[in-house]
C-alpha cells in the first residue's frame, strides 16, 4: 500500500481515491518540491475534513468553507446587477441541488455563471466547493468551485411540481399545486427604511397535507382575490421556518395563479372523543349548532369577535371558539369542516373546548346551510339535530348529543336573560352590587365577559377558559366587577 492510499484509508470523507491522487499531486506541484507525497497527503486529508459536511443539513451561516455532493433540481436565469465602482455588471445564477438531507441555494457567480447555463442540467450530480452565508430564502453556498461527479448516486427526485410532503428548509424555487383552504386578510407594516411592506396569507392543501403560504408586497393582494375552494400553483416560492412550522413564502420574483387541476385534500383529524388538553390538533366534522357572533372591547381599546360552534364527528361533539375574522366565515348547522390547528382548553363544566385563532384553519368541506351567518342562536339549535345526521363524520346523534345541545340552549337562554338586565341597568355605578352572566372572550386578568350586548371586565382568581359562560357576582369599583363568586 502507498503513502498516499494509507492517508485515504483513514480519511473519513466522500471523496473517490482518483480524486485524492490529483489533490495530493497539485499540492506537491504547490509545494514546488518541500513536501513529499505523504506529507502532501496529510495536508490534502486535513484540509478535506475541516470542510467536508456530512450533509446539506450540516451547513450553516459562518462556515469558512464547505464541500458536499448535491444533485442539480433547478437552475435558475442569469441576472445582471451593477457594482459600485466597476464598468462591468455582476452576473449570478442561483442553483438549487441537494441531497438526501436537504437542499441549499447554490449561487453561481461571473464566470460561473455563464458556465452554469451552459453547462449545467437538472439530476446531474456536483461536487461543490463553496462558503456559506444567510441568503435571502435561508442559507445560500456561493459557488468557489464545482466538479461533475457522475460516479457519485444521489437518491434526490427531480421534479417540475412539489408537493407539500416533499418541500423541506431551505428549498428555493418550488412550484406547488394545491387547493386553497382558507384565505387571509392583507397587513401593512413599515420598514426600517421607511417603506410601507405588505403582507397576507393562503393555506394550501394537496393529497400530502396543507401548508401556510405567506404572501409579500406584490402577491399579497391576491388573498383577497382568491376564493377557498379554488385550485392554485404557486410559482418559484421559498420555504422558511416559522416557530418550528414549514411556511411556503412568495416574493415579488414568485407567482400564484388558478389552474385548471383537480386536486384532492383529505384531512387527517383527530377523533374528538381522544382530544386532550392542550393539544394543538385538526379535527373534522358536521356542524351541531353556530352561535350569532359576539364583539367585544379589548383592555388596549381595540375591538375583538368571537363565534361559538358545536362540531360533531362519529365519536363526540365540541364547542369551537372562532376569533377574530373566523368569527366572519359563514358556517352554519349541517355543513361538514375540516379545522386544522386549534387549540384544545379547558372549557365550561369541565368541558373541552377547541380554539381557532390566526394560526388555525376552517375549511367548509360540504355546505348543507342556507347562510346561517349570525342568525339567532335558536334557529341554529332548532335545526342542528336535523342536520346532525347528514355527514358520515356525525354517525347519529345520541342521549349524550342530545344533552350537549340543550345545554348549549340553555346557556343561549341565560345569555339573553344576562343581555336584558344588563341593557336595563345601563351603567353600573361604583359600589353597586351586580351579577353579569357572559361568554369569556378574555382569560387572564382581568377576565372579560360578553353577554352579547355589552362586556364586564372582572377581577377573579377563578381560572376560567375562553368561551366558557360563566357568572360573576360581586361590587363595582372603577367600572370594574370585583367578583366574590364566579360560578
Same mark, same amino acid.
Given at each position: ?6 492517508? =485515504? ?26 513536501? %513529499? ?71 453561481? +457567480? ?13 439530476? &446531474? ?18 459557488? %468557489?468551485?464545482? @466538479? ?70 406584490? @402577491? ?17 416560492? =421559498? ?22 387541476? $383537480?386536486?384532492? =385534500? ?11 388538553? !392542550? &393539544? ?18 379589548? !383592555? %388596549?381599546?381595540?375591538?375583538? &369577535? ?5 362540531? @360533531?364527528?362519529?365519536?363526540? !361533539?365540541?364547542?369551537?371558539?372562532? +376569533? ?20 384544545? &382548553? ?11 385563532? +390566526? ?6 368541506? $360540504? ?40 345545554? !348549549?340552549?340553555?346557556? %343561549? ?28 372572550? @378574555? ?45
Amino acid at each position: 500500500m502507498s503513502d498516499i492510499e494509507g492517508v =485515504y484509508e483513514d480519511l473519513e470523507a466522500d471523496v473517490s481515491l482518483e480524486k485524492f491522487r490529483e489533490a495530493v499531486e497539485a499540492k506537491v506541484e504547490q509545494m514546488g518540491g518541500l513536501a %513529499d507525497e505523504e506529507t502532501a497527503a496529510m495536508l490534502v486529508a486535513h484540509e478535506i475534513g475541516e470542510s467536508e459536511v456530512g450533509g446539506i443539513a450540516d451547513i450553516e451561516p459562518g462556515m469558512e468553507d464547505v464541500k458536499f455532493v448535491a444533485k442539480v433540481t433547478s437552475i435558475g436565469e442569469v441576472r445582471t446587477f451593477e457594482r459600485d465602482g466597476e464598468d462591468e455588471d455582476g452576473r449570478v445564477v442561483n442553483v438549487e441541488v441537494a441531497d438526501e438531507t436537504g437542499s441549499v441555494r447554490a449561487a453561481f +457567480w461571473d464566470e460561473h455563471a455563464e458556465a452554469a447555463i451552459e453547462e449545467l442540467e437538472e439530476g &446531474q450530480v456536483l461536487r461543490v466547493k463553496g462558503r456559506p452565508k444567510e441568503g435571502f430564502s435561508g442559507v445560500e453556498v456561493s459557488v %468557489d468551485d464545482v @466538479q461533475p461527479d457522475p460516479d457519485t448516486e444521489v437518491d434526490v427526485q427531480v421534479a417540475d411540481t412539489h408537493t407539500v410532503e416533499a418541500l423541506s428548509l431551505g428549498l428555493s424555487n418550488v412550484n406547488l399545486v394545491g387547493l386553497v383552504l382558507d384565505t387571509d386578510s392583507v397587513r401593512t407594516f413599515d420598514r426600517d427604511d421607511g417603506s410601507e411592506g405588505k403582507v397576507s396569507n393562503l393555506v394550501l392543501g394537496d393529497s400530502t397535507g396543507r401548508i401556510r403560504v405567506t404572501l409579500w408586497d406584490e @402577491q399579497a393582494d391576491l388573498a383577497t382575490e382568491i376564493d377557498p375552494g379554488t385550485t392554485v400553483e404557486v410559482i418559484d416560492g =421559498y420555504v422558511k421556518d416559522r416557530d418550528g412550522t414549514l411556511e411556503l413564502h412568495v416574493g415579488n420574483r414568485g407567482a400564484v395563479e388558478e389552474v385548471d387541476e $383537480e386536486v384532492e =385534500y383529505v384531512p387527517e383529524s383527530t377523533p374528538i372523543e381522544d382530544l386532550e388538553i !392542550d &393539544q394543538m390538533v385538526d379535527i373534522a366534522g358536521v356542524v351541531r349548532s353556530a352561535d350569532p357572533k359576539r364583539t367585544f372591547d379589548r !383592555d %388596549d381599546g381595540s375591538e375583538g &369577535q368571537v363565534r361559538n360552534i358545536r362540531v @360533531q364527528d362519529a365519536t363526540g !361533539d365540541i364547542r369551537v371558539a372562532m +376569533w377574530g375574522e373566523k368569527a366572519d366565515i359563514d358556517i352554519g348547522p349541517g355543513d361538514e369542516v375540516a379545522l386544522g390547528d386549534v387549540e384544545i &382548553q379547558d372549557g365550561w363544566q369541565d368541558d373541552l373546548e377547541a380554539s381557532a385563532g +390566526w394560526q388555525s384553519t376552517i375549511t367548509v368541506l $360540504e355546505s348543507d346551510s342556507a347562510g346561517a351567518g349570525d342568525d339567532g342562536a335558536d334557529e341554529s339549535s332548532g335545526s342542528s339535530e336535523e342536520n346532525a345526521g347528514l355527514s358520515a363524520f356525525a354517525g347519529g346523534t345520541d342521549g349524550d348529543g342530545d344533552d350537549a345541545a340543550n345545554g !348549549d340552549e340553555t346557556a %343561549d337562554a341565560g345569555a339573553d336573560e344576562s343581555s336584558d338586565t344588563a341593557a336595563d341597568s345601563d351603567d353600573p355605578t361604583d359600589g353597586e352590587e351586580l351579577e353579569f352572566t357572559g361568554v369569556v372572550v @378574555q382569560a387572564g386578568d382581568p377576565v372579560v365577559l360578553d353577554d352579547g350586548e355589552t362586556t364586564m371586565s372582572v377581577s377573579t382568581d377563578v381560572d376560567v377558559g375562553l368561551g366558557e359562560e360563566v357568572t360573576a357576582r360581586g361590587v363595582v369599583r372603577d367600572g370594574r366587577l370585583e367578583a366574590n363568586d364566579v360560578f
